[in-house]
């Protein structure tokens, strides 16, 4: 029973690039979250996905940011025109009812 | 607003020691209360979880007390090793399917041996 999977773990960007972050939830769920963390802080909520449909999106910024989870296929997390302030650890998780399970994390570096 | 009030920031106990962290809350549409373990560069691991009607859950060396009319709970690990050195984040989710997961600030727990 394999845990969530995000991909890639580690993630360089140069200022301007876009960044796509990839989750698989655990089989069978149909919900995820996405966090973001800077290094020594907590996990801020940014959205939270079912399939196909967008649950809450109330920690997303407005601009350069957006997150799909399609029918077939992995969550994604992408962020247009990379700069550095978005360098951080990017969590997803998925959801059995209320328990939430976590990836390992992408870390983003933008340079 | 921070919605879940996360304390000490930082926390040194002596190996066999008992850790105590705490969290207050505002909004009683939480209902769920989870505790996170995280080490360095790994994500964060569910460890202990309540519901708002009961007033302590224990596994093992980890005992969450809940303090429904104050809206406050705490994680205390008792006989606390090295090992447990880690971040420990408490968590509070909304009533229903829909809701999202709030974290506190999180606690940098040392044990010393």
């Known amino acids: 029973n394999a845990g969530v999977m995000q991909n890639p773990r580690h993630l360089v960007r140069r200022r301007g690039q876009e960044a796509r972050l990839r989750c698989s939830p655990m089989k069978g769920h149909s919900h995820v979250y996405w966090y973001r963390q800077l290094p020594e802080e907590g996990l801020k909520f940014m959205v939270y996905l079912q399939k196909e449909n967008i649950i809450d999106e109330s920690g997303m910024p407005k601009e350069r940011f957006s997150a799909e989870f399609p029918k077939e296929g992995p969550s994604i997390l992408r962020i247009q025109q990379v700069v550095r302030g978005d360098s951080a650890a990017y969590f997803c998780?998925?959801?059995?009812?209320?328990?939430?399970?976590f990836g390992q994390g992408t870390r983003l570096t933008v340079v | 607003q921070q919605q879940v009030k996360q304390s000490p920031q930082s926390l040194i106990v002596q190996k066999g020691g008992i850790s105590i962290i705490n969290c207050a809350y505002e909004?009683?549409?939480?209902?769920?209360f989870p505790w996170y373990q995280q080490f360095p560069g790994k994500g964060p691991a569910l460890l202990i979880a309540?519901?708002?009607?009961?007033s302590e859950k224990k596994e093992g060396r980890f005992t969450i007390s809940f303090n429904k009319s104050a809206k406050q709970f705490s994680l205390h690990i008792m006989d606390s090793q090295p090992g447990d050195s880690a971040t420990y984040f408490c968590?509070?989710?909304?009533?229903?399917?829909?809701?999202?997961?709030?974290f506190g600030k999180g606690t940098k727990l040392s044990v010393k041996p």
């Open positions: 909004n009683t549409a939480f209902d769920y």
């Open positions: 309540i519901r708002p009607d009961v």
């Open positions: 998780a998925s959801l059995r009812d209320t328990e939430a399970f």
């Open positions: 968590a509070a989710k909304y009533r229903g399917s829909q809701g999202n997961l709030i």
